[in-house]
DNA sequence: TCGAGATACCTTGACAGCCGAGGTATCTTG
DNA sequence: CAAGATACCTCGGCTGTCAAGGTATCTCGA
């Protein structure tokens, strides 16, 4: 991975969440998905990825159900909830506010 | 704080690299102009700060000397060294295409 | 003079998220 | 029927954050 895992930690909710607000999705293909968007550079891993699931959905964030598979062997989709819509709200907030900030402290040539 | 630790987390280094581009400091020092840059909304505590000194220290990203204090305790100084200027360019870079990257994965509406 | 408060540094142990490694099951295709 | 893609899941180690607690120095007012 060219990104260190450590510089999305605390960004994976955030964008689980953004992947369900378009739409329900299961993890290989949002996996796949968040690789494909960033041409690569960033990739969760499988664990992370269920973990943040178990995660989110303990938290009430989102919920699961399994679903056909098209091709393949079976899936458990994921849609968000209330909360979880309230939750990537927030987040979207948080990070907007963590760019402003981070800018402020790294770029110091104007 | 208001935003959470893991937020930054991976990003720590990062500012205190671009600290030490600008000057030589110390603890005490970075920490408050941290707070201050962000308006106390990033807020990196005193063992993580520590933490990250000696971390980049043995990294040989920085040394350190004791010197004067003009007032209060004694203060340990940290100076940048060549291979410290390599790392904050490059977690400078590094930085940009996380914003990139998460500006995609999360900002769906164009 | 002496105590409070600011300045300043440091360590320990708990905790949470990331991930390498390994495992299971299903479907398609040759 | 084997190989490879699809798809899910768990365990254990590692690393960074932080609450809590500790030490030492200096200033200033009562």
Same sequence: chains 1, 2.
Avoid: V
Wanted: proline share 1%.
């Amino acid at each position: 991975m060219s990104i260190a895992g450590d510089l999305i930690r605390g960004h994976t909710d955030a964008i689980i969440l953004a992947r369900l607000m378009q739409a329900d999705s299961y993890g290989y293909e949002i996996n796949k998905i968040i690789s494909t968007l960033s041409a690569g550079r960033f990739e969760l891993k499988e664990a992370t990825l269920y973990t943040a699931f178990k995660r989110l959905e303990e938290a009430g964030c989102i919920a699961s159900y399994w679903g056909d598979s098209g091709a393949g062997a079976r899936r458990r989709y994921y849609t968000i909830t209330p909360a979880g819509r309230e939750a990537s709200h927030r987040l979207l907030g948080e990070w907007r506010e963590t760019k402003q900030i981070m800018d402020k402290l790294l770029e110091t040539e104007e």
